[in-house]
Nanobody, 117 residues
C-alpha cells in the first residue's frame, strides 16, 4: 500500500502563485509515475501533470508554461508549482502514484485550490 498526503492548497487571487506538496509513504518500490490530477465542481477529473521515475514530465495543455511538477526522491515528495493562476484552475487537486507491475493506482485525499477574481 501507498499513502499520499497533499498539502498547500488554499485561496489565492487570479495571477497569483501556489505550491502544492505531496508526501508519499508505504511500499514505494516499483512506483513509476507520480502526478497531479484535479477535479472542478461539476466536471470530470483531469490530468494536470505527471513525472516519471526517469524525470520525464507531461502537462495538460491548459497548464503548460504556468505549472511545474517536480519531486525530491530523498523526501518521497512531489510538488506542483503553480503560477499565473486563473479562476478556471479552481479545483480539488489530487496527488497520484502509479505502479506498472502490477498496475495499481494510488490517490491522496486532495487539497482544495480556489482562485478568486
Amino acid at each position: 500500500q501507498v499513502q499520499l498526503v497533499e498539502s498547500g492548497g488554499g485561496l489565492v487571487q487570479a495571477g497569483g502563485s501556489l505550491t502544492l506538496s505531496c508526501v508519499a509513504s508505504g511500499s514505494l518500490l516499483g512506483i513509476n509515475v507520480l502526478g497531479w490530477y484535479r477535479q472542478a465542481p461539476g466536471k470530470q477529473s483531469e490530468l494536470v501533470a505527471t513525472i516519471t521515475r526517469g524525470v520525464t514530465t507531461n502537462y495538460a495543455d491548459s497548464v503548460k508554461g504556468r505549472f511545474t511538477v517536480s519531486r525530491i526522491l530523498a523526501k518521497n515528495s512531489l510538488y506542483l508549482q503553480m503560477t499565473s493562476l486563473k479562476q478556471e484552475d479552481t479545483a480539488v487537486y489530487y496527488c497520484s502514484a502509479q505502479r506498472l507491475m502490477p498496475r495499481t493506482d494510488y490517490w491522496g485525499r486532495g487539497t482544495q485550490v480556489t482562485v478568486s477574481s
